[in-house]
Every structure is written in structure tokens, then in C-alpha cells.
């Protein structure tokens, strides 16, 4: 699974929850949700939706500036029309508008394992890392 799945579902608002410990989350939440109370969340590290009680984390809204998207061209198995696979990332620092950031990660297999599996291969050269606009 990847992120869209928690976006199609409605958890379109990213949060990172850290909690006493010093374990952090980096999270998609349903907008409006009650951080008080205990609430699902989509875990974008983990890939999984979870549960958390509110109480015992320290909630920040993810500023967009902070925010890249990373943009792959990939073929399908049987070599049809590529497609263009969307990932979107916390950078943890806030990022100059039109900044390149160095890639978090080496191989389309890091990213999406599922479509490797599959059959899908990235296109060489065609990573693009873009700053999100607030």
C-alpha cells in the first residue's frame, strides 16, 4: 500500500506526533480529528493505518514548507505507457522554494515494493524532487 490509500480514504492532513519517549510518527490524519480523544491514523513510515491515544502524544501540524514531492516515471510490465508514481515526504527542515533535496531513497524498491514485485520498473533519470507550495 502507499500513501494514497489514507488520502483516498480522507486522511489528507499531515501531522508528525511525538510522544515522551522520544518516538515520533510521521502521520495522515482526517481533518478536524480530536487529538484528545483516541483516533485512527494512517502511519506513513509503517505503511498501515493505526490507533493512537491522543493524550500521550504531542501533535504538530507539518508546515508545508517542509514538504517535497517526489515524482517517478515508471513502466509497467509489458512495456506500456509509463506512468507517474507520486510520493510525498516530510524533509524535516524547512526547504528554499524551488531547493532540490537529495534523494531519501536509492531505488523504486525502497519506495513502492509492491510495484517492483509486479514488474514495474522506474525510468532511468526520471526522479524529479520538487518543493510543495504552500
Known amino acids: 500500500m502507499t500513501d494514497?490509500?489514507?488520502i483516498l480514504a480522507g486522511f489528507t492532513s499531515e501531522i508528525e506526533a511525538c510522544n515522551d519517549i522520544g518516538q515520533c510518527l510521521a502521520l495522515l490524519v482526517e481533518p478536524g480529528t480530536d487529538y484528545d480523544a483516541t483516533f485512527k491514523a494512517w502511519d506513513m513510515d509503517g505503511q498501515q493505518f493505526i490507533r493512537?491515544?491522543?493524550w500521550l502524544w504531542t501533535v504538530e501540524a507539518v508546515a508545508d514548507h517542509r514538504k517535497v514531492e517526489l515524482a517517478i516515471q515508471c513502466v509497467p510490465p509489458g512495456g506500456d505507457a509509463p506512468a507517474t508514481f507520486l510520493f510525498r515526504r516530510?524533509?524535516?527542515r524547512p526547504v528554499r522554494e524551488g531547493e532540490l533535496v537529495s534523494p531519501t531513497?536509492?531505488?523504486l524498491a525502497d519506495l513502492h515494493p509492491w510495484a517492483v514485485a509486479n514488474?514495474?520498473?522506474?525510468v532511468p533519470g526520471s526522479w524529479e524532487y520538487r518543493h510543495i507550495a504552500a
Do not use: I, P, Q, T
Not at 514488474?119 to 522506474?122: F, H, I, V
Open 4 to 6: 494514497n490509500v489514507a
Open 52 to 54: 493512537l491515544n491522543g
Open 90 to 92: 516530510n524533509v524535516g
Open 105 to 107: 531513497y536509492s531505488s
Open 119 to 122: 514488474g514495474w520498473a522506474a
